[in-house]
């Protein structure tokens, strides 16, 4: 058990709870506004990785392999396909019970997963490492990636902006009011349909963005939104549904602890007890650790970490 | 005679951040008597209900319901004590025929429902009573009928049967006339005249005729704060009363 | 009175044209149809156990092919150590979904709405990755049943045998619940679902009956998955696939969620539609069977937006009584609790 891994590995379990905070502010924003979860969020996240993936690869003016264009084609496709997503198909479930939202989204998932497979394979696209950020940086006197770095610094200036965005401006108010209570401040006069399709807009651009720094580490292929949105849903319910500071707390302490549990936990059990049980329960035990969390969470605080207080 | 009231509350207080809808309330009713609550809009009558049958829970004081300390019982359990409550707006099952309605609120005192096997409509031991309570309430004939068929007033009806057969000791009616028209408001007062002494009462309303026709006493509530309580004539005549609430409804008593 | 527990004939000829399929298979020479409609009558056992909670008890689990899983790896782990009894391998699936039934019950049944949806699906993705990480069974690749499982009295190695045990499964479970939805336990299920604040207020300590339903619901479905294994010969953690739990939901929806046998109906219609689809080659235009053929899916996916927003009742449903099916499938909230908010 040495120290530099154990900080790798700290800090891939931060890189990877940003990841899901990017997918989960958006998520909790529109349940906690609009009652509604887009179980297509995932599929978000993964057109977001295609269309950076695409535009880094063929290229857009002519120009390739280019780190920036490819995201930046990335989150306005995202964008843009939330918005109109959100305008032609969601808006009609909106009145719908959850039941029927489930599975129009469900419904949605495998639309998008035949589109995308018909239009790029079932095999993996490769998006590769972009070549500014092939090297590492030094932290703590240890060589960490730098383009996981990049994902962490992006993920932390995204909150910052999120908290600035929520708590000091006047339309983070009206998120805040909102997601309190949706019908005083339709009733307000404030035109909440507006202000949903731009949340659910923005929240498709995280998703994009978490799916397009994604790309180049995980791999781009169909289906690769639904284990990441289910994981983002085990964030949103040990956080709290519709509180953002709860995603962010839940996100990074389910990323550390799933990353650090799946490479310590078989470790330290081969402590303590025979090798051959070490071997068979050690990535078992592993791969429940999150799902146990959020059951010890709810067990004890039914409403999440940290609720928000409904008006 | 003094005999010890069915249900007693002392220093009841809820706060909801800043406000403070119940405001040390004492409250009891006595055996056999119609209790009436009222008090002008956003007084906190129904928050003090609410906290009465256990779905919100006070922040301070206490709960005694026949003899027992209930403030921290569950909303089943105070209704197995013979608490019974009836809702503002009619909670009840929209898919059921009238008879199916009340045959659950019977099921609920009577036994355990792990039954799997045999058709509850073939157990008189739910059928009987439940017709009876229709009947009572004035929806014999209406038995059968779907409860999204029925009228807004039969709700109410049908709503105040589910309660009695519950077979409570105590009744917490939650304005039963809610909505009602001038017959049917009648109606309702006349039915809850012939189950006064059968059971204890607690009464929301805001209908002075109701209340004055059928209270023993009276409580009113304003801001949270008691107020006034005592004999209707008393009621009537209290000065503070007249200024907080009655004021210009003198007329209508 | 709800009439919707007396069968009505249309489920009555299609029990028993399910029942003659064998004997139709045989004059044919097409054993194929065996299996196929024995994997239609798994995934409608499935249903109807899932639509108890469902559509009866407003509980929408998303989580429910994870008690396929665990029907299908206890015969698979079983039988990999050397035990082919089929009554040991039933009695290890039972009591294996019992526990795994009131643990996930009892966290995931105190939420209510879209968080519960939420959980179960989270649950049974947990169920996926610790299916996948037993590497001694096979782990991703899933585990091969070298034989079905041993019931000494009968063998189901023959598989219109096994049809027929898989009949008489769909069909004992069918008989049961249609006394349990009128039974006083069905009301308590029943009430819960349209007015669960009023069922606490007249005294029913409701999340005990909500709890017991949904284990009864996750026995009948380990029964399926214990079936499932023995058609397929194979125990996949494909199995426990958040699809699976979709295509479910899919299956009851469409058959009609008000009714006890439409999922039935649902499961027939879903899985051929699949099998149809796979193989269907209208040549209206070059390419389009490629397509269709491969991306079937898709067009799943379209039939299922569009079912949900237009034939709310389901097939089954709108046959068998159109105001009694819209009743029920729009009466309360299919959230638990018949709230919609959280």
């Known amino acids: ?311 | 005679m003094s005999a010890a009231p069915v249900l007693s509350i002392k220093g009841l207080v809820k706060r909801f951040g800043g406000l403070t809808a119940t405001d040390h309330v004492d409250f009891d009713v006595l055996p056999g008597e119609v209790h009436a609550i009222i008090g002008p809009n956003g007084a906190g009558k129904t928050t003090l209900i609410s906290q009465l049958a256990g779905e919100l829970r006070p922040d301070a004081g206490r709960i005694e319901f026949d003899g027992h300390d209930i403030s921290a019982e569950s909303v089943p359990a105070r209704s197995m004590l013979g608490l019974g409550r009836s809702y503002q707006i009619s909670q009840i099952f929209r898919e059921f025929t009238a008879l199916e309605n009340v045959m659950l609120a019977v099921q609920a005192h009577a036994g355990s429902s792990f039954s799997f096997l045999r058709p509850a409509i073939d157990e008189t031991a739910l059928t009987l009573p439940a017709a009876e309570a229709l009947e009572l309430v004035g929806l014999g004939a209406r038995q059968h009928e779907v409860a999204s068929a029925m009228a807004h007033g039969e709700h109410r009806q049908l709503e105040l049967a589910m309660t009695l057969a519950t077979a409570p000791k105590l009744l917490l009616l939650d304005e039963p006339m809610a909505g009602m028209s001038q017959a049917e408001s009648e109606s309702m007062i006349a039915l809850i005249k012939r189950l006064k002494g059968r059971y204890a009462i607690a009464l929301v309303e805001h209908d002075m005729d109701a209340v004055f026709a059928l209270a023993d006493r009276i409580t009113v509530l304003v801001y949270g704060k008691v107020i006034a309580c005592g004999a209707p004539a008393d009621i009537r005549n209290d000065p503070a009363v007249k200024d907080a609430y009655l004021g210009d409804q003198e007329e209508a008593i | 009175m709800l009439k919707t527990l007396k069968p009505a004939w249309i489920a009555i000829l299609v029990m028993v044209v399910l029942a003659a399929i064998p004997i139709y298979a045989a004059l044919a020479s097409q054993p194929f149809y065996v299996t196929l409609f024995s994997r239609i009558m798994i995934f409608a056992l499935a249903a109807v156990a899932l639509n108890l909670i469902l559509g009866f008890g407003g509980m929408v689990s998303l989580g429910h092919a994870f008690y396929l899983g665990v029907g299908a790896y206890a015969a698979g782990i079983l039988t990999a150590e050397g035990i082919t009894s089929g009554w040991a391998h039933l009695a290890a699936a039972l009591a294996a979904g019992l526990v795994f039934a009131l643990a996930i019950g009892a966290v995931s049944l105190r939420t209510h709405g879209m968080i519960f949806i939420m959980i179960t699906l989270a649950f049974a993705q947990m169920g996926y990755f610790l299916v996948v990480s037993l590497k001694n069974y096979g782990g991703d690749d899933g585990l091969p049943l070298p034989t079905r499982s041993d019931f000494g009295i009968f063998s189901l190695a023959n598989n219109t045998v096994l049809y027929y045990l898989i009949f008489v499964c769909l069909a004992a479970t069918l008989w049961f619940f249609s006394r349990l939805i009128e039974s006083r336990f069905g009301y308590v299920l029943r009430g819960a679902k349209s007015n669960e604040r009023r069922m606490l207020a007249l005294g029913f300590p409701v999340f005990r009956y909500k709890l017991a339903a949904y284990v009864i619901s996750a026995l009948v479905c380990v029964v399926a998955g214990f079936l499932l294994a023995n058609l397929t010969k194979f125990s996949s953690p494909s199995y426990m696939a958040w699809v699976v739990s979709g295509d479910i939901i899919v299956i009851i929806v469409l058959g009609g969620m008000g009714t006890l046998f439409g999922p039935v109906v649902g499961a027939i219609v879903f899985l051929l539609l699949e099998e149809l689809l796979s193989s269907w080659k209208p040549g209206w235009f070059p390419g389009i069977e490629e397509v269709i053929n491969k991306h079937w899916l898709a067009l799943i996916g379209v039939f299922v937006i569009v079912v949900i927003l237009t034939a709310k009742q389901g097939l089954y449903g709108q046959l068998v009584g159109g105001r009694l099916g819209k009743r029920m499938a729009n009466g309360g909230a299919a959230s638990s609790g018949g709230t919609r908010h959280a």
């Open chain 1, 1 to 311: 058990m040495t120290w530099s891994l154990f900080v790798v590995q700290l800090l891939n379990g931060i890189q990877y709870g940003f990841l899901l905070f990017l997918m989960a502010a958006g998520l909790t924003l529109v349940f906690g506004i609009m009652s509604f979860v887009n179980l297509a969020h995932g599929s978000l996240y993964m057109m977001g990785a295609y269309f950076a993936a695409w535009a880094f690869n063929n290229g857009l003016f002519g120009i390739k392999e280019s780190f920036l264009i490819a995201a930046f084609v990335g989150v306005t496709g995202s964008f843009v396909l939330g918005v109109v997503l959100e305008r032609t198909l969601l808006t009609g479930l909106y009145a719908r019970d959850h039941l029927d939202q489930v599975l129009a989204t469900f419904g949605l998932i495998l639309v998008f997963n035949e589109v995308a497979r018909y239009i790029w394979g079932v095999s993996p696209y490769y998006m590769q490492v972009p070549k500014a950020l092939e090297g590492t940086v030094d932290i703590l006197g240890i060589a960490y990636p730098s383009y996981r770095f990049m994902i962490i610094l992006v993920g932390a200036g995204v909150a910052l902006g999120m908290y600035w965005l929520i708590q000091k401006t006047r339309i983070g108010m009206l998120i805040r009011a909102g997601a309190s209570n949706a019908p005083m401040v339709g009733a307000l006069g404030v035109n909440i349909k507006l202000l949903n399709t731009l949340l659910f807009g923005v929240g498709a651009a995280l998703a994009g963005v978490a799916g397009l720094m994604a790309g180049p580490i995980l791999s781009v292929q169909p289906g690769m939104g639904e284990p990441i949105l289910i994981v983002v849903l085990v964030v949103i319910v040990t956080g709290g549904i519709g509180s953002i500071r709860g995603a962010f707390y839940a996100a990074l302490i389910v990323g550390v602890i799933d990353t650090v549990g799946r490479v310590f936990l078989p470790i330290m059990l081969r402590e303590i007890m025979e090798r051959s049980l070490a071997q068979a329960a050690g990535p078992a035990i592993a791969s429940l650790l999150i799902y146990l969390v959020m059951a010890v969470v709810l067990a004890i605080k039914p409403e999440g970490l940290f609720p928000v207080k409904n008006g």
